[in-house]
């Protein structure tokens, strides 16, 4: 299993939409998890942190499931602006270094 | 607060040239710096993580005197290209800690090279 997996998607909905993505990790270990937002050519954007069970905020939901090692996020009402690329971020401990490993994104497009 | 700049946003050079990034703090001390490559379609993927002050930590398969990193104050710190090639042609971020966490990252707009 990859460190971190994500279904890259693209996912077209229409506006007002509910939407979920998951992720999926292969360190069991790992106690917390980021969801960020990237727009085209831009940088990275912290969207979500996790730390326990899950996290809400606003029409945003992350929600953490250890037992299968995934993470998922739910966008509600989806706005023209929620368009972008979500990445899945776990932290990992390699060696004595700690990083970020990234997924690969899920590409989201909301159309009018 | 906790803002991030990068500089050059872009930049367009010649095979063998040398370039210079430059990724400041601009309201907080950084501790530790990132630096990141993604290609098109791609994830980020962590090159090196310098702390002020020492030398860059190198992660697996990026060559240290391609990639050449100083971090020299807390608020400062630069990736420098060496004899770039068209396979060099990515977007660079670099992320700077306040903590020297990985968690907490804060990211700076991005470098766009392109090596003709």
């Known amino acids: 299993r990859k460190e971190v997996e994500q279904d890259p998607g693209p996912f077209n909905v229409p506006e007002g939409a509910t939407v979920a993505f998951n992720c999926t990790y292969s360190?069991?270990?790992?106690?917390?998890f980021f969801w960020y937002r990237q727009d085209c050519r831009k940088e990275p954007k912290l969207l979500m942190s996790v730390y326990s069970s899950g996290n809400e905020d606003g029409r945003f939901t992350a929600q953490l499931n250890r037992a299968s090692q995934y993470i998922s996020l739910l966008i509600r009402d989806s706005k023209l602006s929620d368009s972008a690329t979500y990445l899945c971020?776990?932290?990992?401990?390699?060696?004595?270094?700690?990083?970020?490993?990234w997924g690969l994104g899920t590409s989201l497009a909301v159309n009018p | 607060g906790a803002v991030v700049s990068q500089h050059p946003s872009r930049v367009i050079c010649k095979s063998g040239t040398s370039v210079k990034i430059e990724c400041r703090s601009l309201d907080f001390q950084a501790t530790t710096m990132f630096w990141y490559r993604q290609f098109p379609k791609q994830s980020l993927m962590l090159m090196a993580t310098?702390?002020?002050?020492?030398?860059?930590?190198?992660e697996q398969g990026v060559e240290k005197d391609k990639f050449l990193i100083n971090h020299a104050s807390l608020t400062l710190s630069t990736l420098t290209v060496t004899s770039a090639h068209p396979e060099d042609s990515s977007f660079y971020i670099c992320?700077?800690?306040?903590?020297?966490?990985?968690?907490?990252?804060?990211f700076g707009p991005g470098t766009r090279l392109t090596v003709l």
């Open positions: 992320s700077a800690s306040v903590s020297g966490l990985a968690d907490t990252q804060y």
């Open positions: 360190n069991s270990a790992s106690q917390s």
């Open positions: 971020v776990v932290p990992s401990n390699a060696g004595n270094n700690r990083k970020l490993i």
């Open positions: 310098s702390n002020e002050g020492s030398k860059a930590t190198y």
